[in-house]
């Protein structure tokens, strides 16, 4: 079955640098849409990047474009989410998530496959 396992999270100052990962298995790794959600205390779930499996294209919200970088290692299983210049609002539990889809990930809203989410948290 799809398993996906997220670590690297932790305590940072804002300014600060962490890389997510997210280990796979039980499914190509190529053939799946992968992405990163995140929810803070009190407010809803939000997308904030995705990878599409057919050309690896990569697609972030807004408020962290330029600052967070995706990408995906098909050989070791793992995809990553490298976030520099860390704010305190980005705070929150960051998922990995899954979903066999054969084109562009910024078409694909819903996933079924999910991560139990590693704790980021930025503050001085």
């Known amino acids: 079955q799809v398993q996906l396992v997220e670590s690297g999270g932790g305590l940072v100052q804002p300014g600060g640098s962490l890389k997510l990962s997210c280990a796979t298995s039980?499914?190509?790794?190529?053939?799946?849409?992968i992405a990163w959600y995140r929810q803070a205390p009190g407010k809803e779930r939000e997308a904030v990047s995705c990878?599409?499996?057919?050309?690896?294209?990569?697609y972030y919200r807004d408020t962290v474009k330029g600052r967070f970088t995706m990408s995906r290692d098909n050989a070791k299983r793992t995809v990553y989410l490298q976030m520099n210049s860390l704010k305190p609002e980005d705070t929150a539990v960051y998922y990995c998530a899954a979903e066999s889809w054969p084109t562009n990930c910024y078409y694909l809203n819903e996933y079924t496959n999910w991560g139990q989410g590693t704790q980021v948290t930025v503050s001085s």
């Open positions: 039980g499914f190509r790794l190529d053939l799946y849409a």
């Open positions: 990878i599409s499996s057919s050309d690896g294209s990569t």
